[in-house]
């Protein structure tokens, strides 16, 4: 059994470092309006196999360890609190289920659905493995490493070079419809690493850069320090270049939680101290350089930054007329974009676009009793936050962080629920954060 968890393990950390990379066989295209329609495309990605994997071997695990003693629990958490989390979860998927029947296509909820089953499924396996943390967070460090190369590269040479293989399409700054910062005559491409969109990037990285910071904080070698300051600090530099502002909102946050975390543990109280001074250096030294880029997207000023700050104003009226009209119920899950054209038909299909707010996406979707589930289970992950902040190990607070940081950004986007990366990467996170580390 030893032999089959460390494999387990292995294959999860694997998976963390694939995760952003959009490797995908769409089995089905979705179309709107006569044009491509990505929330109603059916897609296989290469990270689902070897997560199908994983839950396989999980359950080969759970069999054996049932025969050999006779009981089975998630090892990662005290008994106690093992009992609310997860049965809530479960109450949550129960509710999804009924919702897909209810739904206004029930091909898209469903298909939505078993992306999130798989959510449900990693978050169980995480809690009963118990993947050591600085395996957890190197593979997290690794990943964000790779995708930073990625981000500087497109960054510099302004423009991304499509790979199948690798799950990118092609991104040209002068293409109309491509995410840019404009000043003045200019178009700036926002990076993207191998993400489909630069704020996906950027919320990856931000739980790359923490979980950074966390081996920073554990390694007691001062080589390996040296080694993960650079990692940090590279990390950074291509966080700037994807140009989120919601990400620089949860850098912020971040660096004050931890501050808050270690401020009775002098070591760790100069490292984090040390973290900041080199945030503030990048920061400084990249606005100096690109103080257009900056200034543009901080204050609005141009046309693109107009229209976008007029869109996401017009999404929370587009979301008040689909959530008075379904309150009870929700349009079902996945449906929320296919709901916005029900009363403006002769759209682009890219112009309907899911609320930049998650959990006003989710209300909109499941309705009443999906908002009173996540309110109860997010409840009792804050209760437990609370329970471990004055006895919390560095792990801990790293991963509490990260959950912030999520919990941050989910207010701000939509993607860690409408895309598949962002589901895995929110059950990754949420899942760490429940294990007694």
């Not at 957890?136 to 990943?143: H, K, N, Q, R, W």
Request: hydrophobic content about 55%; overall charge positive; charged content about 10%.
């Amino acid at each position: 059994m030893g032999k089959m968890k460390k494999i387990i393990e292995c294959l999860l950390c694997l998976f963390v470092f694939l995760l952003p990379f959009q490797t995908r066989w769409i089995f089905q295209q979705g179309f709107l309006n006569g044009e491509k329609w990505e929330y109603g495309t059916f897609s296989l990605y290469a990270t689902e196999i070897l997560l199908g994997l994983i839950i396989v071997l999980a359950i080969v695990y759970a069999i054996n360890t049932v025969r050999s003693l006779g009981r089975f629990g998630m090892t990662g958490l005290r008994h106690g609190q093992v009992a609310t989390c997860p049965y809530i979860l479960v109450l949550l998927v129960l509710l999804v289920l009924l919702n897909c029947v209810l739904a206004l296509d029930k091909g898209i909820a469903f298909y939505k659905f078993s992306q999130l089953i798989l959510g449900v499924a990693l978050f169980f396996i995480i809690l009963t493995i118990k993947p050591a943390f600085q395996k957890v967070a190197f593979s997290f460090a690794l990943s964000g490493l790779v995708q930073s190369a990625l981000a500087i590269q497109q960054f510099v040479e302004q423009k991304v070079i499509a790979n199948k293989w690798l799950g990118m399409a092609s991104q040209d700054p002068h293409v109309l419809g491509v995410p840019v910062v404009q000043f003045g005559d200019d178009r700036w491409l926002r990076t993207f690493g191998s993400f489909s969109h630069p704020n996906m990037l950027a919320g990856f990285l931000v739980i790359s850069l923490i979980f950074t910071i966390g081996l920073f904080f554990l390694n007691q070698r001062r080589e390996n320090g040296k080694l993960f300051l650079a990692i940090m600090a590279i990390n950074f530099l291509a966080l700037l270049t994807a140009l989120s502002r919601a990400s620089f909102v949860a850098i912020a946050a971040a660096v004050i939680l931890l501050a808050i975390f270690v401020r009775r543990d002098r070591e760790l109280i100069k490292k984090i101290s040390k973290v900041a001074l080199i945030l503030i250096f990048i920061v400084t030294i990249f606005s100096v350089s690109y103080p257009e880029l900056i200034a543009s997207r901080a204050f609005g000023a141009s046309h693109v930054e107009n229209l976008s700050n007029v869109s996401r104003i017009e999404q929370y009226g587009q979301w008040w007329q689909i959530v008075k009209n379904n309150w009870f119920t929700g349009v079902g899950l996945g449906n929320y974009t296919l709901a916005l054209s029900k009363p403006n038909p002769n759209l682009p299909a890219w112009s309907y676009q899911p609320i930049h707010n998650l959990y006003l996406l989710f209300v909109a979707e499941l309705g009443l009793f999906g908002l009173a589930l996540c309110l109860l289970f997010v409840a009792r992950c804050l209760l437990l936050f609370i329970k471990r902040i004055k006895s919390a190990t560095p792990s801990q607070s790293i991963c509490f962080t990260c959950l912030a940081c999520l919990a941050c950004l989910a207010c701000l986007d939509h993607y860690f629920w409408s895309f598949f990366s962002g589901i895995m990467l929110a059950s990754v996170v949420l899942s760490q954060s429940l294990i007694e580390q």
